[in-house]
């Protein structure tokens, strides 16, 4: 999506910081980096801050294009009290209860929720034997919120160190077990069993193969709740450009990044595809880093990630996205809330069809998003708006889906789920339609194989393991989004931020430092 260039002001500021795209990490980096007083210009090639975040207007009906749910708040108030701002004051949060309904193919739900004794009840109803389990479960997930996303996920990892000292205690909380392996372990009913490990794929990983230490976000939710911002994230992503220009700081659009320019063996600013070269004493970038490694940085020599690392990692799935709004249908589906999952007749083959096998399967398990049911200013008066997500495989499998031949084929089978099992008469409802393939995801967001959430998050590819925050190629360049640590959804991005904040040195120290260096170099 790549309209007339915005004309970039060359950065005169002696603390100038480019951020390479407006996704939510850059966007919070952004923020971070002016707190500390850099001049901020974020360059990204869309026309509407947020990335993945972002929204598209059609027919009336505004579509929120990646994430749909705020999980931890307090990562969001947290950045904004570091920028001097109440984000309560810039974005109204609405706790959703219930969480989500899961809908089973054999008629079985499952109705998750904050409240201790209802979600207990739930469990119960499903698989008595299971209550204790089920419990056991969740302190296994609150010891593994602390230590994972309380600890690790709040410090740089970027020291082989820092993972070797922490070592015995993933083998204690039997890190090499994968989440669903960890629920399987606990409770026996395999209702309960997705509903205990699914939560992997909102991330970009496997059940069945990402580490359990992921089973953290059971606590998060019963912890924290599951809220929406009024307005989309898309509100979130205009209020943090709201505070990046408070500082002084500027968010252009329709402009693309080609390159990192390197200047004495350090990271000086851009190329833009228009060859206009901004200079920066600071690079961060929010681009994929995959794309950041080998497009970005292709004239530089990588040492970690050269091409032949990146194309050997595990990439999380793809996704197709159906956008569409419906006509007249407020009233309509009055047992279908904001978030509904509907589960196909497969759980552990589909999933390898989708990481493994790379087979686009003829079943499929669909997230449904209806935000007008909350958020009535996504839609025109009296119709609603949908979102109806499914993970797909990535487009660097050997067997790569053929995306012409299969966008219009698979939407016509999501249309047949969803008549049959969450909305009869839709199709002569629908007024609006758009969809996104993993192609979309490529295209539009430079994703590498058209990932939906960068590298996988396994456990050799998180932590010291995954891109690090300081760049191990270039000093002066950090990186921030999904592709770093601590890893992708809307908690992780905002703190790839907060962990980058600590690692970019204050303005006055690193005029300091390159002081020194000069004398130093000048004296060799």
Partial sequence: MQNKPHPVAPPSHPDQAIVIGAGLGGLASAMRLGAKGYRVTVIDRLDRAGGRGSSITQGGHRFDLGPTIVTVPQGLRDLWAACGRDFDADVALKPMDPFYEIRFADGQTFTARQDDAAIKAEVARISPSDSKGYERFLKDSEARYWFGYEDLGRKAMHKVWDTLKVIPKFAMLRADRSVYAHAAARVKDEHLRFALSFHPLFIGGDPFNVTSMYILVSHLEKAFGVHYAMGGVQAIADAMVGVIESQGGEVVRN???DEITISGGRASGVRLVSGETLPASVVVSNADAGHTYDRLLRNAPKKRW????????????????????TKGTRGMWGDVGHHSIVVGPRYREHIKDIFIHGR?????????????????????EGDDTFYVLSPVPHLGHDNGVDWEREEEPYRAKMLKVLEERLLPGVTDRISESLTFTPETFRDRYLSPFGAGFSI??????????????????????????????????????????????????????????????ALRMAAE
């Fill in 255 to 257: 402009t693309e990044v």
């Fill in 306 to 325: 050269t091409p032949a690392k990146l194309k050997r990692a595990r990439w999380s799935m793809g996704l197709y996205v159906w956008y569409f709004g």
């Fill in 360 to 380: 686009l399967a003829d079943d499929m398990s669909l997230y449904v998003h209806r935000p007008s049911v909350t958020d009535p200013s996504c839609a025109p």
């Fill in 456 to 517: 996988e998050p396994r456990i050799l590819q998180s932590a010291w393991f995954r891109p690090h925050n300081v760049s191990e190629e270039l000093p002066g360049l950090y990186l921030a989004g999904a592709g770093t640590h601590p890893g992708a959804g809307l908690p992780g991005v905002i703190g790839t931020a907060e962990v980058l904040g600590k690692l970019v040195p204050d303005p006055m120290v690193r005029a300091e430092t390159a002081a020194q260096t």
